[in-house]
């Protein structure tokens, strides 16, 4: 399924932010500084890419949802939702 930049505007903001944090913890490792303050700064990454990949999952259950609501055939069935919702986690 083929999503719009538009409809993922708040996913890619957070995957953008999340970029700019995982060049922080790199430099972080890169410079030796303290490990429980890596490993912070990388949980908060690791938090940042999964609520983008859960937004992008709501986001396609609405597109299918739409679609079903118009009566034209989803681009992703149910299952296939299900089981790339199940990949995150």
Known sequence: MEMSPILLKDALTRLKRAQGQLGAVIAMIEN???????????????????????????????????????????????EELEKLFMSLS
Not at 33 to 50: G, K, N, P, Y
């Open 32 to 78: 030796g500084e303290d490990c429980r303050r890596v490993l912070t700064q990388l949980a908060a990454v690791s938090s940042a890419v999964d609520r983008a990949g859960f937004k992008i999952i709501a986001t396609g259950m609405r597109e299918c949802q739409t679609a079903r609501q118009r009566g034209e055939e989803p681009p992703m069935s149910e």
